[in-house]
């Protein structure tokens, strides 16, 4: 149960299904956020806008599960929803995800099995009970494709097995007429038709029905899923309709031969892209195609009422997550942090537990300016008594406290300074000794680009020499007791699992490897012999038989080593 529970693929595909919930959401209230601010009214622009907002959030999804598995680690996700505080939260999520995504995979064949029906039913009237429509409406579609600029050759074809004209195919667009409509239309609403069904070929509905189909299968739980394909369907058959008006077809005799075709239109073929449209969308099509519809604002209260609906849906998914993370008001300051020297050398954990201070505020401007002032005095002296140079008795080093300066008594809590085993002092005393090489190094490297083009080497050896003694004067104990708590803060038991694992692990490569060669080199043999029609290596037991069943052993000691190196360590 544990295994199944850490599984790399369930917990990457639960953590995609949960974020492209609001994924969704969010692109969805965009779309309604650009078609309401900016008065997009073209039903071409707002199909376009939906199915690219969709495809959109379907490579968001990928990329999410993507990033997740990829990684195989799953803390990834918890950066993804913002979760990363509450580890029980977590916990619960890693738990409930793999059992969820099962559940996911077990629902998904329905909707798949579903696609796949219809797209072989799709291919199936492609060709079977077809036959050549009369050349008045072949002449009719080759002349209008040209019009509208389709390069591709369109056929038209009378179909049995059809109640609605449709159009099929991306590479090879068809159109398929039921002949119902051939005996029930008019010339002028069969062209209106016709031209209906070049307008989706001109746009590539065919293709673009198909993806978005296809992702609505994946997406079956999704509701913005649904209600996007519902906007990019209603909108491209408005599109296809304007471009009907455009070509001035009368529009009573075009919305009744929608109606008649409605009629007949009882097989649905989701795949296909029919004329008649669906019903619920029928009568606004009707509506706008006789002038008759009603006169909506663009932002209207339902309308904003869907929006905010999405955005607390979207905040609600988030709030979950994010608002259950514990604060933590004992965290330094980011710049705090930045300014210790220890900063990159300890890990989050013992950061915090360690309060670093930067014993060097502007040490370098301090010391440049100190040995100019000595060697200037050095150089006086120099002059008058031909001695060396002195540094005057008035010169107070820099970590020097003034005792005649106020005392202030400032009441302080004293940090528990931890007992250690002397093995971990002299530890810490090492640890130490770096830090202050590392310090010396660093520091006169900053000071030496500030002085590059000024002093010579003589003198920057002297400054060297300087700031390294006033490096040493430092007082270094906070830095010894920073470094005492952190390292009594560290789970050397974790630390030392975490070795014990990873040579395992390096153990287990290196015997894949050998079971492998070895393995390469038992069928290497056993081609050989069987090449050669040979049975057996003459003057040994070695036969093809043997050599097979070494094989077989070996493969399962392979797989052993798989199993064993994927599985994963839980510490309780």
Known sequence: MAAFGESNFLQALGWAVLNSLWQMA????????????????????????????????????????????????????????????????NDWFRKT????????????????????????????IRHHGISKADVEWRMFVRRVAAQLGIQKPVHVWISEMVTSPVTIGYIKPVILIPMAAVNHLSTKQMEAVLLHELSHIRRYDYLVNLIIKFIQSILYFNPFVKAFVQIVEREREKSCD????????????????????????????????????????????????????????????????????????????NALLIFSKPSDNKQAPLFADLSSPFYFFVNDNDRKAADFIDPLPELNKEVIANIAAEKKEAAKQKIATDKQPIVPAE????????????????????????????????????????????????????????????????????????????????????????????????????????LDLAVSRITLDSLQRVYTKALTELNSLQVQLTENCQHSIPDTDVTVESLEQQKQNLQKAINKLRVVRTKKVIHL
């Open 26 to 89: 969010l692109l969805w209230v965009a779309y309604q956020f650009v078609t309401g601010v900016f008065k997009v009214k073209n039903p071409g622009k707002k199909s376009v806008l939906a199915s690219s907002l969709l495809m959109t959030g379907f490579g968001w999804f990928v990329f999410t599960f993507a990033s997740i598995f990829f990684s195989n680690d799953t803390t990834v996700a918890a950066n993804l929803v913002s979760m990363d505080g509450n580890q029980q939260l």
């Open 97 to 124: 995800l793999p059992v969820a995504s099962l559940i996911y995979l077990v629902l998904l064949v329905l909707p798949l099995v579903h696609f796949i029906r219809n797209y072989r039913y799709v291919q199936a």
């Open 242 to 317: 304007e471009m009907v008006m455009q070509f001035q077809y009368d529009p009573h005799g075009y919305a009744t031969a929608l109606l008649e075709l409605e009629k007949a239109n009882h097989l649905p073929k989701i795949l296909a892209v029919a004329a008649a449209g669906k019903k619920n969308d029928l009568l606004h099509r009707i509506e706008w195609i006789m002038g008759v519809q009603k006169k909506k604002p663009v932002i209207s209260f339902n309308k904003i009422a869907a929006v905010f609906a999405g955005l607390l849906f979207i905040i609600s998914l």
């Open 395 to 498: 010169h107070i080093s820099l970590f020097d406290q003034d005792e005649s300066a106020p005392v202030i008594n400032v009441t302080t809590f004293k940090p528990v300074i931890p007992v250690l085993s002397p093995k971990e002092s002299a530890q810490v005393k090492e640890a130490l000794n770096v830090s202050k090489i590392v310090l010396k190094e660093g520091q006169w490297r900053a000071v030496e680009q500030k002085i590059a083009e000024v002093f010579t080497e003589q003198e920057k050896t002297v400054l060297k020499a300087e700031l390294a003694k006033q490096i040493n004067k430092m007082d270094f104990s906070k830095w010894e007791q920073s470094l005492k708590i952190a390292y009594d803060k560290i789970d050397w038991n974790k630390v030392n699992a975490n």
